[in-house]
């Protein structure tokens, strides 16, 4: 579906439009309605089903989304935490470097220079995309986090948190003490990032305010004992820094095995990969031949990094490979710099009586990207239906409830509405227009589960039970509606994956 049609039809059913519609929308800014906000929560279920099922050591906390100045100024944010920008010195618009390069160098600016990206701008006598200019000023540094005066004086500053991550950094000396006192120990945050884009655009994908799914792993680098026999011979779509250096853009299928050889990635980064991918394939079931793993290059990581994939799904509407999440060998990077900002020791010390600076392996989830890609790869029209075809355990309604005849069957549909919700089974009543039109709309909203009162639910030999309509094949067959929770009610909840 293109971009434009897709952006038309969410908004027509109520899962997103622009902030602040009435007054012409905010730019980067985007709000829920209530198919958007179901899916989006469901989606953070999905994940926080998967990775903290990952380990009983893994947990999930909800931090504060102000940071102190001192917090970012420790983790590199004030200094690093930069896009390059290029200013239009006819229109004055602004716009980001990788924006006004996009259809010349497609893969973006990371680990370009100011100098080198000029030379491109130069080049190519690109223009002004605004205005047709080609009076574009140099590249320079600008830095996206929010900040805001602190305090009844206004004389403190602080940032709104520009990525989740920090709050886990900033809480694991308290996680150490409440919890076991054993590593791994993982930390994760479901929550709101904010990011002063130069230009955002693509909708969910460059926003100013969006959520992000973070699990932060502190582990001893010398022992991080996994069962990788359980992915050792799975297979995964990586595409390494020499073949894109090569020219090619599509993945290879190379074992997990492989990547580990002598002289390879490490077991532990390769293990949480492969679940990874695992979770894009099995979970949010995109196409296996839709998704590759993107390794960045030295140059091309940010600037905390020793080791990054990041997981790419090609998307029709926005014309190729977009980041959908990553996997982060991050170091001792973040709880060295905080050691040294809030001068305190966040080494910890093992049973074995030695003292030991965790590291940190962070798998990172952009919540709203997903449900875009979710939109963009899993509805699609099937003649005259627009269908969404959702894992069952992702749809905004999983069950529809009609009255075949409203003023016959409305108390009875209304009760098993009522009876399916106080099962756990989240339920949607509808009685109007016609059956057809409600398949319809229940189709488009992702909905799996279709239920239909009728004449035979009331009476005769076939009383109390119900026709279960399926979405995707558009089966019918009675059901008793005693039955319908305990049938239905697996297929709701997310998959996890076997604890190690």
């Known amino acids: 579906m293109k971009y434009d049609e897709l952006f038309a039809l969410l908004r027509r059913r109520g899962v997103l439009w622009p902030s602040a519609e009435i007054y012409g929308g905010a730019q980067g800014l985007y709000d829920y309605g209530p198919l958007g906000a179901a899916l989006k929560r469901r989606v953070e279920e999905a994940w926080a089903a998967w ?31 930069t896009d390059p920008e290029i200013v239009c010195e006819q229109c004055h618009a602004a716009f980001r470097a990788d924006t006004i390069l996009e259809k010349v160098r497609p893969e973006g600016v990371d680990g370009l220079t100011p ?41 403190e500053r602080a940032y709104l948190q520009p990525e989740t991550a920090q709050a886990s950094y900033l809480s694991f000396a308290r996680m150490w003490d409440v919890g076991r006192k054993a590593l791994p120990l993982g930390i994760a945050v479901v929550g709101k990032a904010y990011r002063n884009e130069i230009a955002p655009r693509q909708v969910l ?43 090619e853009e599509s993945p290879e299928w190379v074992r997990a095995s492989e990547l580990v ?41 940010a600037f905390y990094n020793r080791i990054q994939f990041d997981v790419e799904v090609q998307l029709d ?21 905080h050691s040294q900002g809030s001068g305190r020791d966040l080494s910890v010390t093992l049973t074995s009586g030695e003292k030991v600076l965790p590291h940190v392996l962070e798998l990172t989830f952009g919540v709203d990207r997903n449900v875009w890609a979710l939109a963009d790869t899993h509805l699609s029209k099937d003649g005259e239906r627009t269908v969404w075809r959702l894992p069952p355990y992702l749809a905004p309604v999983p069950v529809g409830v009609f009255p075949l005849m409203p003023k016959h069957h409305s ?51 076939a009383r109390d039970t119900v026709t279960l309509r399926d979405r995707d094949s558009k089966a019918q067959e009675r059901v008793r509606a005693a039955d319908l929770a305990g049938r239905l009610g697996p297929t709701l909840r997310p998959p996890r994956p076997p604890r190690a």
Request: glycine share 8%.
């Open 51 to 81: 990775f903290l099922g990952l380990s009983p050591d893994y947990h999930r906390i909800e931090p504060a989304e102000i940071l102190p100045e001192a917090v970012v100024r420790a983790s590199g944010h004030l200094e690093n935490f």
């Open 261 to 301: 050889a002598p002289g390879g990635l490490p077991e532990f980064y390769v293990y949480h990969l492969a679940h990874t991918y695992r979770f894009y394939r099995d979970v949010l079931k995109y196409p296996i031949d839709r998704i590759r793993l993107f390794e960045k290059s030295d140059a091309e990581r």
């Open 411 to 461: 108390e009875y549909a209304l009760r098993l509405a009522d009876d399916l919700e106080r099962a756990g089974v989240a339920a949607r009543f509808d009685d109007a227009g016609t059956i057809g039109k409600r398949y319809a709309r229940m189709d488009e909203a992702g909905t799996p589960y279709c239920v239909t009162v009728d004449g035979q639910t009331l009476d005769g030999d």
């Open 205 to 247: 994908f460059r926003m100013r305010a969006f959520t992000q799914a973070e699990l932060q792993i502190f582990f001893d680098p010398a022992h991080f004992d996994l069962p990788f026999d359980r992915v050792r011979d799975e297979s995964l779509p990586v595409l390494r820094v020499p073949r894109r250096e090569a020219g």
């Open 317 to 337: 509407s926005l014309h190729g490979f977009k980041e959908l999440g990553a996997v982060h060998y991050r170091g001792d990077y973040d709880l060295g710099r």
């Open 115 to 155: 100098t080198e990206i000029a030379e491109v701008v130069s080049t190519h006598q690109l223009r002004c995309p605004n205005c047709g200019s080609r009076a574009l000023g140099v590249p320079r540094a600008f830095n996206m986090m929010f900040g805001v005066d602190f305090g009844v004086t206004g004389r």
